[in-house]
């Protein structure tokens, strides 16, 4: 057979970048875009925090080098990312129990993960919530391991399926892996309890299962450490841990991929053995990170100053997200929608599970050019003050035209 491109078919677009791509091609005035998980301020720009300003006119008034990090990235950047994962002075941290290597984004370090996975548990299964985002079990499946899901949405009442959550992990066999969401669960908006975390924390234990927290929010629901909870009640439990973390949204640096790949283990040797795996995982893959994003993280977190200035930013990000939420909340009844949507002001992070279906999604990008993904799922981080009202407006229309269509 001769080699040629032409018997290659198009791939179908991603199910958010590619409403990214559509809405830039769109021309009509008034547009609104709530598909792909981006911090929007209240002037609905994507704006640079002041902490990273400052953090990169040090870095390049210092710099000395551009050459190749590490395949793991710095020993300052795995540093700081496991004090915000686990605190300050961590006895797991301080017994070496913990090995961090930086990647490309929280998507590089899922990748990475499935990788190791993958070449030393051939066989285990990775759990993922119902629902969950997008990419997840493509990422997976990609690197050849299979997915499977378990409850966590109750849509009867927007709620978490708590109770059979649990019973379907009692169930997983042991040896495989749960995908969790450490805050801010994507998409719903709906997170644990403490209390409940500690129930799966313990379920898992006890299961033998591997926890793998995805970490991409934190600080964007109740605070850096409040959002912790659950990586702080696995860690109790006495699991063995995996955390991918990324710095896209609680630092601004989309463009930056930077992330990073935590494993916390029982004991120093293994988390070595961990740290070995993992960068021949990387050296196959990137061979080794990119410094800039990384270097920006770590001067902010490494200095006091800089690092209670990110708080306060942080904190003014989860707070405009929050008042966003309760304003859709309260517009949606002042333009007369009838149907309950007060669970909006209940979820936290950039996402509600709205509860619109996919005919619904449809009818707003054709008709309003509102940009939501078909899930239902809407980035409530992408409302301002300006364009909340036409797009509860919007919604009502339409909420009106599929009722009356319905009822024919």
């Given at each position: 057979m001769t080699f040629d491109f032409d018997s290659v078919a198009k791939a179908p677009d991603d199910a958010i970048l590619g409403l990214n791509e559509a809405f830039?091609?769109?021309?009509?005035?008034?547009?609104?875009?709530?598909?792909?998980?981006?911090?929007?301020?209240?002037?609905?720009?994507?704006?640079?925090?002041?902490?990273?300003?400052?953090?990169?006119?040090?870095?390049?008034?210092?710099?000395?080098?551009?050459?190749?990090?590490?395949?793991?990235?710095?020993?300052?950047?795995?540093?700081?990312?496991?004090?915000?994962?686990?605190?300050?002075n961590h006895p797991a941290v301080a017994a070496r129990r913990t090995a961090t290597v930086h990647t490309p984004g929280g998507t590089g370090a899922l990748r990475v993960a499935a990788d190791f996975l993958k070449k030393?548990?051939?066989?285990?299964?990775?759990?993922?919530?119902?629902?969950?985002?997008?990419?997840?079990?493509?990422?997976?499946q990609a690197a050849g391991l299979k997915v499977a899901t378990y409850p966590y949405f109750d849509s009867s009442g927007n709620t978490l399926a708590f109770e059979q959550m649990i019973a379907a992990l009692a169930e997983i066999p042991a040896g495989d892996v749960v995908l969790?969401?450490?805050?801010?669960h994507n998409p719903t908006g709906l997170d644990p309890t403490a209390e409940q975390w500690r129930q799966i924390?313990?379920?898992?234990?006890?299961?033998?299962?591997?926890?793998?927290v995805d970490f991409a929010y934190q600080g964007l629901a109740d605070g850096i450490r409040e959002d912790a909870t659950g990586v702080a009640a696995l860690t109790r439990a006495g699991c063995d841990l995996l955390v991918a973390s990324s710095f896209s949204k609680n630092f601004g640096l989309y463009s930056e991929r930077v992330g990073a790949l935590t494993a916390l283990c029982h004991t120093e040797a293994a988390a070595q053995a961990v740290l070995s795996q993992l960068k021949a995982c990387i050296r196959t893959?990137?061979?080794?990170?990119?410094?800039?994003?990384?270097?920006?993280?770590?001067?902010?977190?490494d200095d006091p100053q800089l690092r209670a200035l990110w708080d306060t930013e942080v904190r003014d990000i989860r707070e405009r997200i929050n008042g966003m939420r309760s304003?859709?909340?309260?517009?949606?009844?002042?333009?007369?929608?009838?149907?309950?949507?007060?669970?909006?002001?209940?979820?936290?992070?950039?996402?509600?599970?709205?509860?619109l279906n996919?005919?619904?999604?449809?009818?707003?990008?054709?008709?309003?050019?509102?940009?939501?993904?078909?899930?239902?799922?809407?980035?409530?981080?992408?409302?301002?003050?300006?364009?909340?009202?036409?797009?509860?407006?919007?919604?009502?229309?339409?909420?009106?035209?599929?009722?009356?269509?319905?009822?024919?």
């Open positions: 830039s091609r769109d021309s009509r005035p008034g547009k609104i875009n709530l598909s792909a998980g981006i911090y929007k301020d209240a002037t609905g720009k994507t704006p640079i925090l002041r902490t990273v300003k400052q953090a990169e006119s040090r870095i390049l008034e210092n710099e000395k080098t551009k050459t190749y990090l590490g395949i793991e990235g710095t020993e300052q950047y795995g540093r700081v990312v496991q004090d915000l994962l686990f605190g300050p030393l548990y051939p066989e285990t299964k990775v759990w993922l919530s119902e629902p969950t985002w997008p990419n997840h079990p493509g990422v997976f969790l969401h450490g805050c801010c924390a313990e379920l898992v234990a006890l299961r033998g299962l591997l926890p793998f893959n990137y061979s080794n990170p990119p410094a800039h994003g990384a270097a920006i993280v770590t001067t902010i977190l304003l859709f909340v309260r517009t949606l009844a002042d333009v007369g929608v009838e149907r309950d949507f007060s669970f909006v002001a209940r979820q936290r992070g950039m996402f509600s599970f709205s509860g996919s005919e619904q999604v449809r009818r707003l990008r054709d008709d309003h050019a509102i940009y939501i993904v078909g899930s239902g799922r809407i980035n409530v981080a992408g409302m301002t003050t300006e364009n909340v009202r036409p797009l509860c407006e919007a919604i009502a229309a339409v909420l009106e035209e599929t009722s009356s269509k319905v009822h024919v």
